[in-house]
């Protein structure tokens, strides 16, 4: 079974330069998430979709960061304008619908702002 | 206090020890409680669920005492691969959408 996909991988931008990454869940996995995780900390919600639909945004710093999930799938979330302490790696996760915490994340994208 | 809160770290054990790792978190509504395993530069994988009763997995034993509002979770036997950071994880707010807050992590080191 595939996993959770993620691209790109890593991206550093400047300070002010705006950002995208994507996200292809489990095939079947209704929730999705997008996690921030600095380093040293665990992973941060930032978002969270039940097909295309906003569960919880209340942690997404929305001046920034947006976020969609337009056909139910794939997601995308961006963030215009980056800040420095946006250096992070960016998790995406998919779950069943009732599962709960088994969540299945993806590799992850590294953003460095400088 | 921090919602969920773990031990700091890091745990250096040789291969063959027993190591607890400790968890606290602040909401009682909680439901659901996780341990997961995040290896170096690696995504978060789930090692076990954690049930009232207490369960195991093999050389794995986890925890649950929600009247003081700690999970633990024990490791026999280490093994060099079990090096990895152990995240403590709870539902945020008693319900199925599985909105999760992770601790901080503990690290754990294994040493031949």
């Known amino acids: ?114 | 206090r921090k919602e969920v809160e773990q031990d700091p770290g890091p745990f250096n054990v040789p291969e063959g020890a027993t190591v607890a790792f400790n968890c606290t978190y602040s909401n009682s509504a909680s439901q659901s409680f996780f341990w997961y395993r995040q290896d170096c530069r690696k995504e978060p994988k789930l090692l076990m669920s954690v049930y009232s009763s207490g369960n195991e997995d093999g050389r794995f034993t986890a925890q649950l005492n929600r009247a003081s509002q700690y999970i633990s979770l024990l490791i026999r036997d280490s093994k060099l691969s079990d090096s990895a950071t152990y995240l403590c994880v709870v539902n945020r707010d008693g319900g199925s959408q599985g909105n999760l807050i992770f601790g901080k992590g503990t690290k754990l080191s294994v040493k031949p």
């Open chain 1, 1 to 114: 079974e595939a996993g959770v996909a993620q691209s790109p991988r890593y991206k550093i931008i400047e300070k002010r330069q705006s950002v995208a990454f994507w996200c292809n869940p489990i095939s079947g996995h209704a929730t999705l998430y997008w996690y921030q995780q600095i380093l040293g900390q665990g992973p941060k919600l930032l978002i969270q979709f039940q097909n295309n639909g906003v569960v919880d945004d209340s942690q997404l710093p929305k001046d920034r960061f947006s976020a969609e999930r337009l056909k139910g799938v794939d997601s995308t979330l961006k963030i215009q304008p980056a800040k420095l302490e946006d250096s992070a790696v960016y998790l995406c996760a998919s779950s069943l619908m009732t599962s709960g915490g088994k969540q299945f994340f993806g590799p992850g994208t590294r953003l460095t702002v400088l």
